[in-house]
C-alpha cells in the first residue's frame, strides 16, 4: 500500500513557492511526461545521447512511469535539465540497483564492466525498497552554474516526484568531486555514501567512482518545510 502524503497542502504550496524563485531568476519551469521529445531535447542542447535509464527506446514508461523538467530563460532557451523515473524494488536497492543498470545498459550494447556487482555491506540502500525514484540526466548551461538554481531547480523536482509517485525514497548517483563539495547535500539528498558504484569500465559519461545520493520518505517531507522558508 502507497502511504499518502502527511500534509500534501503544504507540499502544494512548496512547489508555488519554488516556482516564485525559479521567477525571480526570470525562469519558466515546464515537466513532461514525453520521454521520446526528451530524448530529442537532449540531443539539441547537450548533443549526446539520453542514458539508458532514461531512453523510451528499451524502458516501458507507459502509464506515468516518468517524466522530465526544463528550465527556460526570458529568451525561451533551455538552460537546465533533469528527469525522474519511477521503479517497484522488492528486494531492496543494493541487490536490484546495479544489476538493473547492467540489463539497461546491455539492451543498448554498451559495455559495462562493475568493480563489485552489490554496493558494501552496511549500505543504506539496503534498507530502502518498494515505490522508488531514480533521478538523472541533471544539467544546467555552464554560464548559469554560479547561482543557486541546480539547488532550487533539484528541490522542485524531488517535490514533484514525491507528490506523482509517492515513493519511500529518492536516489541517484553523483561525481566524486562534486559529492565532496556538497553538492548532493544542497540538491536535496541528505544521505551520501563513497563508492557505492566502482566501474573497471564506466559507463559514458559516467566516472570510474560514483556516489549515492539518496533522500528516504522522512527527508522528503522535511524537503517540503525547508522550501516554504528556504530564502535564496
Request: include cysteine; hydrophobic fraction near 40%; aromatic fraction near 12%.
Amino acid at each position: 500500500m502507497v502511504e499518502g502524503l502527511n500534509n500534501p497542502l503544504r507540499a502544494a504550496r512548496a512547489l508555488l513557492r519554488l516556482e516564485e524563485r525559479a521567477k525571480a531568476h526570470g525562469l519558466t519551469t515546464e515537466m513532461s511526461g514525453d520521454m521520446a521529445e526528451f530524448k530529442r531535447e537532449r540531443l539539441r542542447v547537450r548533443n549526446d545521447l539520453v542514458s539508458p535509464m532514461f531512453d523510451d527506446e528499451i524502458n516501458a514508461f507507459g502509464d506515468n512511469k516518468a517524466f522530465w523538467m526544463r528550465a527556460l530563460d526570458e529568451n525561451n532557451e533551455t538552460i537546465m535539465l533533469q528527469a525522474y523515473r519511477v521503479d517497484f524494488i522488492d528486494t531492496n536497492l543494493a541487490d536490484w540497483s546495479l544489476t538493473w543498470m547492467l540489463g539497461l545498459y546491455h539492451k543498448r550494447s554498451e559495455p559495462v564492466v562493475p568493480t563489485f556487482v552489490r554496493p558494501p555491506m552496511g549500505s543504506q540502500t539496503e534498507q530502502v525498497k518498494g515505490q522508488v525514484v531514480y533521478f538523472g540526466e541533471a544539467w544546467i548551461h555552464p554560464d548559469r552554474r554560479r547561482e543557486s538554481l541546480p539547488d532550487l531547480f533539484s528541490r522542485f523536482g524531488m517535490i514533484l516526484a514525491l507528490l506523482k509517485w509517492h515513493p519511500t525514497a529518492i536516489w541517484g548517483c553523483m561525481y566524486e568531486h562534486l559529492s565532496r563539495r556538497g553538492h548532493s547535500v544542497r540538491w536535496g539528498y541528505p544521505i551520501i555514501e563513497p563508492s557505492v558504484y566502482r566501474w573497471e569500465w564506466e559507463p559514458e559519461g559516467a566516472s570510474k567512482n560514483e556516489w549515492l545520493m539518496l533522500a528516504r520518505r522522512s527527508d522528503l517531507e522535511v524537503l517540503i518545510d525547508e522550501a516554504l522558508f528556504r530564502e535564496d
